[in-house]
């Protein structure tokens, strides 16, 4: 079905409803933001004289609803220009504009007789054919459409977006009783193809998946605590990270969400799931009931299970005691099962080992994951009638690495089975039947495709909508033709192979360097286009720092700087290979992840990349390219007899300041990537097929090895612009002694050198005065201190 959408009006801009016309705003859709005027002018508004029926007074609910979110952080848009996409109105003066739209998103209060009523007005403007969908979490469809024509009947259902709608990519899609399929289906697609969503499909049932597993898991846990224990941070210690969930694990994250939204969707699930197994699990602890009445409810009251205080200027983080309700000074959390996962880099295969555990939190993942387990079987076919989804959902959702089925898969079925018998749980009839026909497991892997167990056909079937995606878990057993300890390379079809990084954080040591390398030896020989791309949480967090700072405290300088040529080389390969050369870059890229992509033919970049050189933090500048490149971007971006040096100044500051770009968009207007050849896609996990389709049409037009390019540098016209700079930031206390001196070696590679007039240099003239800034620097005891500090603590030091 072709229902292109052009523009979209969204009804109600809480946080919610600016987060959702901001995320549509980042597509490039336009949209109509509309919510109720004010029944009563502000204080501003009457010193001003101004009336009821002024215009900026009957908008100002929705503008400043819409200005408070562009100013949140982190951001709800990519690109601040992007806002003008959004205009504001509302809903007396503008309603009638919703006729011209293309879908309708109601995201007002969770009550039933205002939604009903907005949506009584909805209908005498809204065109046949439009989509109409609800944003609720879990009024149930036949009641909100009752009443209403059989054309919005047809064309409604809910989509539930998560909170923050441009980070958490769950996107459920619940069609109402009328509603046609193609219309479902639309909103399937939509979801997950332009919005870079996971579409999940749910029933009409309260909360639907990701809140009704997701807080079951909460409340699980709220009421396992005590049973256990066990404080808040250990709670928190054993349910992040380490099983592949955020770092704000569980108590953490309810401060964020609120524990009013939380005690909400309990309540809901409490009052409309009498049937439910686990029906007073969502009944709520006394702690619970008594940090309500306190008002303690996370962020928004600056307390909730953590509170921060203030003491001589130094930030304390207090933890809250649940025996006491009182709050003191955090613990750190350590447990010995912990210690034994230290080693084991991939989450799925720790989670054999914890519930082994002998102390405390073994015991606290075999209860857990029991009760989950015991949990997630009853709701097929309640919640959904595929089990992957509940999976998606919580990944998605909740941002877990791993669904609760997976984590079965891993423990292993007949092991989660005992665990669960061991907490007096049964075992549904359908997963016992699964065993008994000879499945193992809920999910294989086939073919480069994932199966899932299908209740009803009693066998594993395909998970559709797989064709688009290329998921590198599925095909790197079969498809691997080269690897080394820190990376692998396959064979996608078509000639073209894929380079995974696959070290610690992805970061890039010899063995990356070698694979990439040797990734464009067999491109240039016997394949024919080159991809360097992985699905990892991260892209890559640049250079192996540690083996740096062990070269240079030990002095092995040749060995130091033959490392660093041996990277400048590689990525100069990437830039002048025989064959084409695409990343995909995502998450965190920094320094030499950074300096990789500005040296690829083409960037295929996830929307959600946060992208810089980054070197400056540890006290010397990019070494990998990534200096000379700013240059050469700079000289390329200027325009015929311009000696003002804007763009280089700018282009200066951004690495002197280790600017990061908090999206793809974003690293356009910071000189990382070309509008007019790298591209952003929005859902990530379409990021590799995609390369593969641009490095296809990038050989079948012809693709030709480019040509060595000449750099533009001014020499001392540049130079002396940099030295004053840097001069007087120290002279203002805005930067250090050592930060001027590894800005004044980065002014003077960006500069060409102290060149009497300006000159074309080469490429490679640049690197080496690059490369011989960052030696001199690696030799410096303040830069020694801060990689060392970046190392211990995560975090940048000022010397």
């Known amino acids: 079905m072709k229902r292109p959408i052009k523009k979209v009006a969204v009804i109600g801009s809480g946080i919610m409803g600016s987060g959702i016309a901001c995320h549509f705003a980042n597509i490039g859709v336009e949209v109509l933001l509309l919510d109720i005027i004010p029944r009563e002018l502000n204080e501003i508004e009457k010193a001003k004289g101004l009336t009821l029926e002024d215009k900026v007074v009957r908008n100002r609910l929705v503008n400043n609803s819409l200005t408070t979110a562009l ?82 009947q047809q064309h409604f259902a809910v989509t539930h977006f998560f909170n923050p709608p441009r980070y958490l990519k769950l996107f459920e899609v619940v069609p109402g009783p009328n509603c046609k399929q193609e219309v479902t289906d639309f909103l399937m697609m939509y979801g997950e193809k332009f919005l870079g969503k996971t579409s999940v499909l749910a029933k009409d049932t309260p909360a639907f998946i990701g809140n009704r597993v997701g807080i079951f898991g909460i409340m699980s846990l709220f009421h396992q605590v005590k049973e256990l224990g066990l404080t808040v941070e250990e709670v928190d210690k054993l349910t992040g990270p380490v099983i592949g969930r955020p770092k704000s694990a569980t108590f953490r994250t309810v401060d964020v969400v609120g524990l009013d939204t939380l005690v909400h969707v309990a309540n809901g699930i409490y009052e409309n799931c009498p049937n439910d197994e686990a029906h007073e699990l969502f009944k709520l602890p006394t702690f619970i009931n008594k940090m309500m009445e306190n008002k303690w409810l996370g962020s928004k009251t600056k307390q909730g299970f953590y509170k921060m205080e203030i003491e001589n200027g130094k930030k304390n983080i207090l933890s809250l005691d649940l025996d006491t309700l009182e709050y003191r000074p955090n613990k750190r959390a350590k447990f010995a099962t912990l210690e034994l996962t230290k080693t084991i880099d991939n989450v799925i295969d720790r989670f054999k080992v914890l519930v082994k555990g002998k102390d405390k939190a073994g015991e606290f993942y075999r209860k857990n994951f029991a009760a989950m387990f015991g949990y997630v079987q009853n709701r097929i076919p309640e919640i959904s009638d595929e089990l992957y989804r509940l999976d998606d959902a919580m990944k998605a959702g909740f941002g877990w690495e791993h669904g609760p089925f997976q984590i079965w898969d891993a423990v292993g079925v007949e092991a989660g089975i005992e665990l669960m018998k061991a907490e007096g749980i049964p075992v549904a009839t359908w997963v016992t039947e699964m065993i008994a026909s000879g499945n193992k497991s809920f ?16 066998k594993q079937e395909k998970i559709p909508g797989q064709d688009s995606f290329i998921i590198l878990d599925n095909i790197r057993e079969a498809k691997t033709i080269w690897s080394n300890a820190g990376a692998s390379i396959q064979h996608l079809g078509n000639g073209i192979l894929n380079i995974e990084f696959q070290s610690k954080m992805n970061t890039l040591g010899g063995e990356v360097l070698q694979a990439i390398n040797k990734g464009i030896d067999l491109a240039e020989t016997e394949y024919d286009a080159v991809i360097l791309g992985n699905q990892a949480a991260n892209f890559t967090v640049g250079a192996n720092l540690a083996m740096v700072f062990m070269m240079a405290v030990e002095q092995e300088y040749d060995e130091l700087n033959f490392s660093v040529k041996y990277f400048q080389d590689t990525v100069m390969r990437l830039r002048y290979s025989s064959c084409p050369t695409i990343i995909a870059p995502h998450g965190y890229t920094f320094g030499g992840g950074c300096e990789l ?64 770009a908090t999206s793809a968009h974003e690293a356009y207007d910071l000189g990382f990537f070309k509008e007019y050849k790298d591209i952003v896609v929005v859902n990530k996990d379409r990021q590799i097929a995609t390369a593969k389709r641009y490095a296809i049409q990038m050989l079948e037009d012809g693709y030709t090895q480019p040509v060595p390019k000449k750099v533009l540098v001014y020499g001392q016209q540049a130079l002396g612009m940099f030295l004053v700079g840097t001069d007087s930031l120290e002279k203002g206390h805005y930067a250090s002694e050592h930060d001027k001196k590894i800005a004044n070696k980065l002014g003077y590679v960006m500069a060409g050198g102290d060149l009497s007039e300006p000159t074309y240099v080469s490429e490679q003239y640049l690197l080496d005065l690059e490369r011989e800034a960052f030696m001199s620097l690696c030799t410096e005891r303040k830069t020694l201190e801060r990689i060392e500090h970046m190392l211990k603590t995560g975090k940048p030091l000022r010397n």
């Open 443 to 458: 999910y294989t892997v086939k073919d480069g495709a994932k199966y899932f167990y299908s209740i009803p056909s009693k």
């Open 71 to 152: 100013k949140s952080k982190p951001s709800p848009i990519y690109n601040q220009k992007f806002a003008d996409r959004i205009s504001t109105g509302n809903l007396e003066d503008d309603l009638h504009k919703i006729k011209d739209v293309d879908w309708i998103i109601e995201v007002v209060i969770e009550r039933l007789d205002i939604k009903k009523s907005v949506f009584e007005k909805i209908e005498k403007y809204r065109k046949p054919g439009t989509l109409i969908t609800s944003n609720t979490s879990g009024i149930p469809i036949k009641y909100m459409n009752e009443g209403r024509s059989e054309d919005f």
């Open 597 to 660: 992509s500005m040296h690829a033919d083409k960037v295929i970049a996830a929307a959600e990349t946060y992208i810089g050189l980054v070197e400056f933090g540890v006290g010397i500048i990019p070494g990998g390219a990534g200096s000379k490149e700013m240059a050469l971007r700079a000289s390329e971006g200027l325009l015929k007899d311009d000696v003002k040096l804007n763009k280089l100044r700018d282009y200066f500051i951004n690495v002197a300041m280790a600017k990061v």
